[in-house]
């Protein structure tokens, strides 16, 4: 047995139903295994120089159109209303502003790095949240974990100098082999994702951030491969791939180089001259959902979990009933 959903039911772990499609109700080993994985994330991301922070899961539109994702990412949001219902009409209010649950932490974090004024000697800034995030993906696009509504996601971001990007490579570099390591893989490959046709901001800035990653990582001395039109919205991606024990191939790493972001929030920090000056930001993910990590290690291991991942790790069975005690 090699589906995720058949190990799920026979592991009691998880199941799904009609009602939230691409939607995970956790059964208590289920949720044993998620805290697991996501317990071991977190001391990985604190020996990194992270620190974890939490943020709202619906964000208002207003903030949705500056990051740009209203423009770009729309059809894959969930949309709700404030609530304010007129009476009368039992309609939802035309003014109402509306909000969106959040596809991804960014703006949140942007938020966090705003709320007050910031300094070259706090850089690099690194946030991480296990933030919860809903796409809303087509009802046929939706598989068991592989590809879901809501998930969650270690999402993560660094505030940091141009300088400091290839340090920030290398480091996550350095997470991914120790994380994949851990869950049991051994084979994984990279790939560089450059400018997609719907994107924010001018082809300068991204021959700017395109050439900081291929450089980057060049120098670090990986190999790689290249995919036109596969970047994000606000920029270029290093994507990793790991290679699992049925000898498909999963992408689940990515680090994300922005300028677009920064320019659209005005992004600052006062540098040692006393001026101020426009961090870059860098979006970053080990794992991307947990959900489908978890999924896949499923199939990966066929249920025979690395045992400080397993929901059970020890059983102990007595020969006979007098030696019970
Ligand atoms: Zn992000």
């Not at 991301?45 to 990051?67: C, I, K, T």
């Not at 209010?93 to 509306?98: A, F, H, T, V």
């Not at 939706?142 to 509504?149: A, D, E, H, I």
Request: aromatic share 10%.
């Amino acid at each position: 047995m090699s589906d995720h959903r058949e190990l799920a039911r026979d592991m009691d772990l998880f199941h799904f139903e009609e009602h939230s499609p691409g939607m995970v109700f956790w059964h208590p080993q289920g949720l044993r295994l998620f805290h697991n994985v996501e317990t071991f994330m977190r001391q990985v991301y604190q020996a990194h120089g992270f620190e974890e922070v939490r943020s709202p899961v619906a964000l208002s539109r207003s903030l949705w159109e500056r990051s740009g994702h209203w423009a770009k990412f729309r059809k894959g949001m969930f949309v709700v209303s404030d609530g304010a219902v007129d009476a009368e009409a039992k309609s939802v209010r035309s003014s109402d502003p509306g909000y969106a649950l959040k596809p991804m932490s960014c703006p949140a974090h942007i938020a966090i790095y705003q709320s007050h004024k910031r300094s070259y000697r706090e850089h690099p800034i690194r946030f991480m949240e296990f933030g919860m995030c809903h796409r809303n993906e087509l009802s046929g696009a939706l598989s068991g974990c592989m590809r879901l509504r809501q998930f969650v996601q270690d999402d993560a971001h660094i505030f940091c100098r141009e300088a400091d990007v290839q340090q920030e490579i290398s480091r996550f570099l350095k997470m991914v082999q120790r994380v994949y390591v851990a869950f049991g893989y051994e084979q994984f490959s990279l790939q560089i994702s450059l400018r997609p046709e719907q994107r924010l901001g001018s082809d300068a800035l991204w021959d700017r951030a395109e050439a900081l990653l291929i450089g980057a990582v060049e120098a670090l001395g990986h190999s790689y491969q290249l995919a036109p039109n596969e970047g994000a919205f606000y920029g270029p991606k290093l994507e990793i791939s790991l290679q699992d024990q049925l000898g498909r191939s999963w992408q689940c790493g990515t680090f994300q180089i922005d300028f677009n972001l920064p320019h659209l929030f005005e992004l600052a920090f006062v540098n040692e001259r006393g001026e101020l000056e426009r961090p870059v930001m860098l979006h970053q993910a080990v794992l991307g959902s947990l959900e489908r990590w978890i999924g896949i290690l499923l199939e990966h291991h066929r249920g025979i979990l690395p045992i400080w991942a397993a929901p059970t790790q020890v059983a102990i069975a007595s020969i006979s009933d007098k030696a019970s005690d």
